[in-house]
């Protein structure tokens, strides 16, 4: 199933004809801006973040928030799902990194490090370590378990770290 970005009139009266709703009706959920969106590994959730804070997890089929994560102090500027399908990791204006169970619908774990916005961040394929890039021109690779900050990759001059 493909999400359909085209403009519509919503989404043709709410009936679909064409498909599933356009990306703008099928987040209609957030207060302010859309950062970052991506599909679960089994292609029936989506993720998104956005300037209003939160994060929200949809069922792609029936259109529908399932949950809102709430907890960074700022803009959500990326967040992606574990290889599982298990977790989401989100970067934040707020310099941190975190973990979040889609299950239990909890936050587990904060990782702090980054002294600048954190734009974006990814899994591992093994789903055990996490990586972060932010303005502050480092990438970090973070040990998902011990919570551990690994090695910072310096020296990310001219532009800042905005996409992995």
């Given at each position: 199933?493909?999400?359909?970005f085209?403009?519509?009139?919503?989404?043709?009266?709410?009936?679909?004809?064409?498909?599933?709703?356009?990306?703008?009706?099928?987040v209609?959920?957030?207060?302010?801006?859309?950062?970052?969106?991506?599909?679960?590994?089994?292609?029936k959730?989506?993720?998104?973040?956005?300037?209003?804070?939160?994060?929200?997890?949809w069922?792609?089929?029936?259109?529908?928030?399932?949950?809102?994560?709430?907890?960074?102090?700022?803009?959500?500027k990326?967040?992606?799902?574990?290889p599982?399908?298990?977790?989401?990791?989100?970067?934040?204006?707020d310099?941190?990194?975190r973990?979040?169970?889609v299950?239990?619908?909890r936050l587990?774990?904060?990782?702090r490090?980054?002294?600048?916005?954190?734009?974006?961040v990814?899994f591992?394929?093994?789903?055990?370590?996490?990586?972060?890039g932010?303005?502050?021109?480092?990438?970090?690779?973070?040990d998902?378990?011990?919570?551990?900050?690994?090695?910072?990759?310096?020296?990310?001059?001219?532009f800042?770290?905005?996409?992995?």
């Amino acid at each position: 199933m493909s999400l359909n970005f085209l403009p519509c009139l919503p989404c043709y009266a709410k009936r679909y004809p064409l498909g599933p709703p356009c990306l703008p009706c099928l987040v209609s959920g957030h207060k302010s801006w859309v950062r970052s969106v991506g599909f679960s590994p089994d292609g029936k959730y989506i993720v998104s973040s956005s300037n209003d804070q939160t994060i929200r997890y949809w069922n792609v089929e029936n259109h529908r928030s399932l949950h809102t994560f709430e907890g960074h102090e700022s803009s959500v500027k990326s967040v992606v799902f574990s290889p599982d399908g298990g977790y989401l990791v989100s970067g934040s204006d707020d310099q941190t990194i975190r973990l979040w169970d889609v299950r239990s619908q909890r936050l587990i774990r904060t990782l702090r490090g980054h002294e600048s916005s954190v734009n974006a961040v990814a899994f591992s394929p093994d789903g055990k370590y996490i990586i972060s890039g932010s303005n502050d021109q480092t990438i970090r690779y973070w040990d998902d378990k011990s919570q551990r900050l690994i090695r910072t990759f310096e020296g990310q001059n001219r532009f800042p770290t905005r996409y992995l």
